[in-house]
């Protein structure tokens, strides 16, 4: 009897039965688009925790070495960063990887013996001999980028890494065979090496956003990048000139950038008293900080629809189970219990709820990739999931059940007769 006379009166009265119909979809719509956008902007977040390249630097703590003059001037007598500090620091866990370079600026002659040339007063290049160049921040950076060959290797003992601009300008490719000598005018050696790869300069190096300043006389088409065995090899005769004086390593995920560093910092053979770490994860702390700030509000906007929704629904459903004091009040004089009356509410809102919950999932599909757009998001990777659907259908029934029984308080709490008598 119940469900019958539930659905006869959801027919009977199809002007409430619609507005609290229309109601529902459309909150069930927009919290469904809210779940999606959320769990949208935390695949985000946990995309960019892994690729921002979020890493730290160890450096020579030159404040704590002594010095010493030579011929060149005053120099630090701080030891410098060894292979082995390298291997131990890159052997701990959530560290995806490192880069450390000698910095030199030597001259590349072609087979021929003519001189690779550049653009710059002399034919020399800005050329890091690094060991790992994947992880040089050049190119983690996206200033520059690999379109031909291979990423120098720490297993790579004579490659060369030039920009596409000389390889053109030179008739070089990859493959192609150069001579590197430090300073041609003097008796530096001659290191045979192979092109194994090309970039392209990316980033325009006179914007100030993305500027490099280790050097500003060399353009970044004159930059170039050889294994870290060939660099030591031109610099044989330059003393500490070869040596590693800072290495950068990148972690994993950006979020245990400090508990790495702590573990790294925890390495007893290390003497920490003479380096320094220095953390890089501003471009993950400004992101984070942006997404964060966006989840909030989505968030926000999720709890305002729902408490705005949940007010107006007890409203329409108070002001209905008001209006029907008599049909209560008789229902109750025939010796229906109060628990049944409710409960005949109850399945009235919730088979209002069965049909607006489903289309609210089908039409969500449609509007939360455009939602989506307005928070920044691809409308693409804004999707509601059954997962979604039945966690709203699961609270919004709670909720509503909840509704119906605070709205029926005022008229349950009265007996048959009291509520017969306000009818006369």
């Not at 409203?315 to 005949?344: C, D, F, H, N, Y």
């Not at 259908?393 to 509704?403: W, Y």
Request: glycine share 8%.
């Amino acid at each position: 009897n119940l469900g019958i006379r539930a659905i006869l009166y959801s027919a009977r009265k199809w002007k409430k039965t619609l507005l609290v119909f229309c109601l529902l979809l459309a909150i069930t719509t927009l919290v469904l688009s809210g779940l999606a956008i959320a769990d949208a902007q935390e695949e985000q977040a946990e995309e960019l925790r892994g690729v921002t390249g979020t890493s730290f630097t160890v450096e020579r703590n030159l404040s704590t070495g002594g010095w010493t003059s030579g011929n060149g001037g005053s120099y630090s007598t701080q030891e410098f960063i060894s292979d082995e500090m390298l291997q131990e620091i890159a052997s701990v866990d959530g560290i995806a990887g490192y880069d450390a370079s000698i910095v030199s600026m030597p001259y590349y002659f072609k087979e021929t013996g003519d001189s690779v040339v550049t653009t710059g007063y002399t034919n020399s290049f800005y050329t890091y001999g690094s060991i790992n160049t994947e992880y040089n921040d050049l190119f983690v950076s996206g200033r520059f980028e690999l379109v031909e060959g291979s990423h120098i290797t720490e297993d790579m003992t004579n490659g060369l890494i030039i920009s596409r601009e000389r390889a053109e300008q030179n008739g070089l490719k990859v493959g192609s065979k150069v001579v590197g000598i430090n300073d041609p005018y003097t008796d530096d050696p001659e290191v045979d090496m192979e092109i194994v790869g090309i970039f392209e300069v990316v980033a325009d190096k006179n914007d100030e956003a993305t500027m490099y300043d280790a050097s500003t006389m060399w353009d970044f088409s004159n930059y170039a990048f050889c294994s870290k065995t060939a660099m030591e090899a031109m610099c044989v005769n330059y003393g500490d000139g070869n040596k590693i004086q800072e290495a950068d390593f990148y972690v994993t995920d950006a979020a245990q950038l400090e508990s790495v560093i702590n573990e790294v910092q925890s390495i007893s053979s290390i003497n920490w008293n003479n380096f320094i770490v220095t953390a890089n994860d501003e471009v993950y702390q400004n992101i984070s900080s942006s997404l964060s700030d966006t989840t909030a509000l989505v968030t926000t906007l999720i709890i305002v629809i729902t408490a705005v929704s949940m007010v107006l629904i007890i409203l329409i459903l108070s002001m209905s189970i008001r209006s029907r004091k008599r049909e209560t009040g008789i229902l109750l004089a025939v010796g229906i219990a109060k628990p049944a009356v409710i409960l005949q509410y109850v399945l009235e809102t919730l088979l209002i709820a069965v049909v607006a919950f489903p289309l609210a999932y089908l039409s969500s599909k449609q509007v939360a990739g455009a939602l989506g757009t307005l928070f920044g998001k691809a409308a693409e990777n804004v999707i509601v999931t059954p997962e979604h659907f039945m966690l709203v259908a699961i609270v919004g029934g709670i909720l509503l059940v909840a509704a119906v029984l605070v709205s029926s308080i005022s008229t349950m709490r009265l007996k048959p007769k009291q509520i017969l008598a306000q009818m006369e």
